[in-house]
């Protein structure tokens, strides 16, 4: 029973729990470049299913990673982009990025 609480508490695992997944880190990269209607993700996300990214999407939201604006617009209208706490991440995301074109 102690293990797992020391697991619990650990920032890695809480970490890879938060990002965990096939497609939260990529759609995420393709966030920090600036927002993003859900056609646009969908695009640079090819392999991803539509009901997929909509998943991950409203994840990332619940997390506070990501924010989702509608426009009051006909037909409808919705940009999501990083919040502040989805920003903090992007020094991680480079460095990712950074490791993989030295190791590739």
Request: hydrophobic share 45%; charged share 25%; with cysteine.
């Amino acid at each position: 029973m102690e293990n797992n609480l020391a697991h619990a508490e650990c920032p890695a695992i809480a970490t890879i729990a938060l990002l965990g997944g096939r497609w939260k880190v990529i759609i995420l990269h393709v966030l920090s470049k600036n927002a993003r209607r859900f056609g646009e993700i969908n695009v640079r996300v090819p392999s991803i299913s539509r009901k997929v990214l909509t998943e991950q999407l409203r994840e990332l939201e619940a997390d506070g990673l990501i924010s989702r604006k509608q426009f009051g617009e006909f037909p409808l209208r919705v940009e999501y982009a990083l919040t502040k706490y989805g920003e903090s991440l992007c020094p991680l995301l480079a460095y990712i990025a950074a490791w993989k074109k030295e190791n590739a």
